[in-house]
């Protein structure tokens, strides 16, 4: 009864088991409590560590973060702050530099929201519908981002690398051989796919192009019949209802 009619948002408190039930137990209490206890932890000794602090805001910013993809590197920080504002409040843009491809190859984008929820929109709007940034011949796509994606990242707690080097007398050299070739391949494998990746980018840029100029050509032919009157005599002709060209 006495347990059960503190309340927690007071002075500091202990955790003490008894049995396989952890009850929080303040300061004041424990000294009068009529039982033996296997053990207590003091709340101090179990309070998160300033990394482990640092980490869970980084991942709180991650949740809020969307990773665009295939947009054109010449798009700008206004052109994509502006782009998604529609979506909410955008608080950063972070770039995505790529390292090993030519310039011409869509790049990607770290776009933090204000919230989660913001996050979430954009990412299931921009899935559902096209959206196009800065003229890119394809519509862009938005996916949440990974802790692996952000350069400035924490370090996770409680994560260790170690090193060592191999000699060729080593047993896991062969292994090492096998990595180093399994690489080599796949830097090959990564580097036909983004021409071939170039050359449907160019192919459909073409295609969109000429599709435009044709609908362009469409429409001033449909301009010039109103301006001459070509339409209202076609109209008259087969008696057909039109309104005047203004």
Not at 204 to 212: C, F, G, N, R
Request: charged share 25%.
């Amino acid at each position: 009864l006495l347990l059960s009619s503190l309340s927690l948002s007071a002075a500091p408190f202990s955790v003490v088991r008894i049995g396989k039930i952890d009850i929080p137990v303040f300061a004041q209490v424990f000294p009068i409590l009529p039982f033996e206890c296997d053990f207590f932890v003091s709340v101090s000794e179990v309070m998160a560590t300033p990394e482990e602090v640092e980490y869970e805001k980084f991942l709180e910013r991650v949740r809020r973060t969307v990773y665009i993809d295939e947009l054109t590197p010449l798009a700008t920080y206004p052109v994509i702050e502006a782009a998604f504002n529609q979506f909410g409040t955008v608080k950063s843009v972070s770039f995505i530099p790529n390292f090993l491809g030519p310039k011409e190859l869509p790049i990607g984008v770290l776009v933090e929201m204000e919230t989660e929820e913001m996050a979430k929109d954009v990412t299931a709007t921009v899935t559902q519908l096209p959206f196009m940034v800065a003229g890119m011949p394809r519509p862009v796509r938005a996916t949440p981002s990974h802790p692996h994606m952000f350069v400035d990242r924490p370090k996770k707690p409680g994560r260790k690398i170690r090193f060592r080097w191999i000699n060729p007398n080593d047993p896991d050299f062969d292994k090492a051989k096998k990595m180093k070739r399994l690489v080599r391949k796949h830097t090959a494998e990564t580097s036909f796919m983004l021409k071939k990746q170039l050359e449907e980018a160019d192919k459909l840029s073409k295609q969109q192009a000429e599709t435009a100029i044709t609908h362009h050509k469409k429409f001033e032919m449909c301009d010039k019949l109103l301006h001459d009157g070509v339409a209202q005599k076609l109209a008259d002709c087969y008696n057909i209802k039109s309104y005047p060209y203004r």
